[in-house]
Nanobody, 124 residues
Framework: QVQLVESGGGSVQAGGSLRLSCAASGRTFGRGAMGWFRQAPGKEREFVAAISWSGGTTYYADSVKGRFTISRDIPKNTIYLQMNSLKPEDTAVHYC?????????????????WGQGTQVTVSS
């Protein structure tokens, strides 16, 4: 079983930055993709960013492209989401996800393991 623990959420003003971390533990993690999703109150969970095992392939939602950067530290089994130029519409619970598959998916069903989520609140 894989456990994912997110950290780094918080409250910032618009234009500010936050860095989210997601540490994976448990069984030895294979070459699966990992990603970030978010869910605002009353809305469906939406894709934010994803990264391949090697870090060589990344995908971003159009809404965050150019502002967010996903990265991966393989020895530490950790991924990061650097979020710059934050906007009020980025306010949501942000979830880390990990897949058994190497395929870098953009949908929740592409992922097998989920963290508990960390709240990001951006005020105007």
């Amino acid at each position: 079983q894989v456990q994912l623990v997110e950290s780094g959420g918080g409250s910032v003003q618009a234009g500010g930055s936050l860095r989210l971390s997601c540490a994976a533990s448990g069984r030895t993690f294979g070459r699966g993709a990992m990603g970030w999703f978010r869910q605002a109150p009353g809305k469906e969970r939406e894709f934010v960013a994803a990264i391949s095992w090697s870090g060589g392939t990344t995908y971003y939602a159009d809404s965050v492209k150019g502002r967010f950067t996903i990265s991966r530290d393989i020895p530490k089994n950790t991924i990061y989401l650097q979020m710059n130029s934050l906007k009020p519409e980025d306010t949501a619970v942000h979830y880390c996800a990990a897949a058994d598959s190497m395929r870098v998916g953009r949908f929740p069903h592409n992922y097998d393991y989920w963290g508990q989520g960390t709240q990001v609140t951006v005020s105007s």
